[in-house]
């Protein structure tokens, strides 16, 4: 059974950075599309940032500029830097696979992992 297990959340202040981990109990091939979803307290979830196999990424456009997205595929592991962190961006940060950048955008996720935290004081 494939597991993604999250790292790297936090407390950090508005204008801060974290780097966040995901790291696949089996090789990064076996996913197409590898990506990160956030769902705060009574909010719906939404996809942060995607990326296929080959590089091509995908972004939501709340984090343009401020998050990159990148995969080690010989550690079997994803990676989301964030930046210029803002307060709205508090939520639990979740890894997920899927076949291509349009099921993670509807929420179509092969696998996903229980989450990390992130929040953002002001």
């Known amino acids: 059974q494939v597991q993604l297990v999250e790292s790297g959340g936090g407390l950090v202040q508005a204008g801060g950075s974290l780097r966040l981990s995901c790291a696949a109990s089996?090789?990064?091939?076996?996913?197409?599309?590898m990506g990160w979803y956030r769902q705060a307290p009574g909010k719906q979830r939404e996809l942060v940032a995607g990326?296929?196999?080959?590089?091509?990424?995908d972004y939501a456009d709340f984090v343009k500029g401020r998050f990159t997205i990148s995969r080690d595929n010989a550690k079997n592991t994803v990676y989301l830097q964030m930046n210029n962190l803002k307060p709205e961006d508090t939520a639990v940060y979740h890894c997920?696979?899927?076949?291509?950048?349009?099921?993670?955008?509807?929420?179509?996720?092969?696998?996903w992992g229980q989450g990390t935290q992130v929040t953002v004081s002001s």
């Open positions: 997920a696979a899927g076949p291509s950048l349009a099921d993670l955008r509807g929420g179509r996720y092969t696998v």
């Open positions: 089996t090789s990064c091939f076996s996913f197409n599309v």
């Open positions: 990326v296929t196999s080959g590089g091509t990424t």
